[in-house]
């Protein structure tokens, strides 16, 4: 006969007086956690107790009960009802729902303590994500949520956020195949086609890193940081119809802009009326463009403007200034270092003061109306524009022929400028992006009257007796032969678009790099050249050859060396180029003498590439190379072990992880090395290095000894330069 089951008796509910309990010290709970016992009273006064206290008879010493209760389970409770009673908002004899378990239970109150808290099962943070939904669905608003629930209005957005992501995706983060991290790193784009292409890619991959999926579900938008987005405004794209991307779950920079056709439209109409409003001060032309490359002024002549003076207001402003920086100076005088607080006040001064000084300068009227201008964006997203520019078209033309010495009508050699007619009557200007017009008229053909020339045979015969008499003089005068390569080399570095009219066959040719990475321009390097060059033009009087020719002949010999060398500078070219067996362009020997001549001078001036700030990034060079130079460069760098974690990943990710891997390691290409070095660390590694003869080092370079005789020797093999 089959043993009955013994039937389960449940301990009876009763409400019980509140001043008739009393805490038990069997509770097991006695480190605060979770939820204030504040808190909690708020609750309960809010929506009343949701679980009855567990609580036993209190005996005397004879066995008796003494009609108090004591609470094994439920200490944090009624602590929250003795505070509202305290509070004089609950009264003393209220009655408490309660479970008594029997005094003579051979379960111990330690036991039904320890299995309250241990037996629980916390929420699932989904479920806490669908009930906030499913709360705000009937009614009650995020303010109210958070307040219910003694969390911040910004915790509530964030689990709707999250309760918002694909149910694909919600499902796996149920079962435990998605870790909360990854879960947050999807409510960044709300498309949910998109986020499960996104994990259907990297699910199986080894990254799957919260930023990897950030930075997929945002790969095609713009972060508001871009310049192009700072230039604009948030605000304005908005308006026009934008839509944003947030991540409420960490600090994201101002958020991405969703549609980057829409905001490089707006760039272009903001740039096209800021370009407008430019044009009313008379230019010729300007030319728009987001990304100026480095060179852009290349064959351009720079017109020399005045600072605008001060105005009384910003001349008393910069006086008050300056009295107060030279007074926190002379204030601390004497110590090691300024206070923190004196030096960025000492800071705060400086760029006020600069930007009182930044005047804008002030061109000839009659130098406008030929001149340009180029209006672009700088790396912060602020205007920038150059004024000033003049094209060899444009550079003014006499009426009198030059050779036959003859006038116009009037007896005066007549001018005009670009950009106005005979008549006097002006031009549009021609706004310009990318070769295309974007605004004004185009300035109409004009007929400047000019004499007719003596014949150019007659020319010919009478220059070339001039030009042999020249040439004997100056071969006979070393002083002025050196100032007048000085002469001309200055004009072709300063004044490139008037340097044809030299009667001196020597010259610098511009070397522009047509091809070129965007960050070029912005490189320490180009900041360097361009600041030695601004420094010299400042200090020669261009457009006047006879008092250029006394400055010249004035300088010191270091000075006049030095401005040589900076001349001279601008012809460097260890350019790569496509070799032309036919002819046009340079041919395969010139190339290679060109590559092993620059490796000369790169040895001669101890050029580290490194140092002028090449690092390889995804752009300058990762994304460019097959996956077997990527690994490489990680295996030259860090080692093999390094590379082979890298050698699963597709080429992006590749790229993305080498980037971070190489930042700092000091790693280059082998065309930016320099082959000295790189031939002493080949012999480092493999012993001592072989004498090099001077002999070898030169082989098939035909330079001056005054060029070699420093050169440390090489035997290895060099790229070749012009």
Known sequence: MAKSAQKVTLSPSRDIPFDKLVLSQSNVRRIKAGISIEELAEDIARRGLLQSLSVRPVLADDGSETGKFEIPAGGRRFQALSLLVKRKRLAKTTPIPCIVRDANSTILAEDDSLAENMQRAALHPLDQFRAFVALREKGQGDEEIAAAFFVTPQVVKQRLKLAAVAPALLELYAEDEMTLEQLMAFTVNPDHERQVQVWDAIKSSWNKEPYQIRRMLTETSVRASDRRAVFVGVEAYETAGGTMLHDLFQGD????????????RLVSEKLQAEAEAIATEGWKWIEVSLDLPYGYSHGLRRLSGDPAPMTDDEGAAHAKLLAEYRALEEEYEGQDEFPEEIDARLGELEVAMEKLEARPLIFDAEEIVRAGAFVTLDRYGELSVYRGFVRPEDEPRQDADVHSGEQAADGQGVELSAGRSADGVGHGTVITSAGQALGGIMPDDEDDGALKPLPERLIMELTAHRTLALREAVGRSPDVALTLLLLKLVNDTFRTSSSAGSCLEASVRHVYMSAQASDLKDSVVAKLVDDRHAEWEAD????????????????????????????????????????NPYGAGISASGLTKRMTQSDLVAQAVELDMVEAGWEPTADTYLNRVP???????????????????????????????????????????EVLRRHDLAALDDAEGQGAPEPVSDA?????????AFLTADLPGDDASMMAAE
């Open 253 to 264: 920079d101002g958020g991405w802009l969703e549609d980057p056709a829409l905001l490089d």
């Open 540 to 579: 020669l009087p261009l457009g006047d050859d006879a008092a250029l020719w006394d400055y010249l002949a004035s300088l010191d010999q270091g000075s006049r060396l030095s401005l040589l060398a900076h001349c001279l500078s601008f012809g460097i070219n260890a350019l790569h180029e496509k070799v």
């Open 627 to 669: 996956k077997a130079r990527i690994l490489e460069a990680v295996r030259e760098a860090k080692g093999e072990g390094t590379a082979q974690l890298l050698d699963h990943l597709k080429k992006g990710e590749m790229a993305t992880e080498a980037e971070r891997l190489l930042k700092g390691s000091g790693w280059l290409p």
């Open 696 to 704: 070898g080092q030169t082989e098939d370079v035909d330079l001056p």
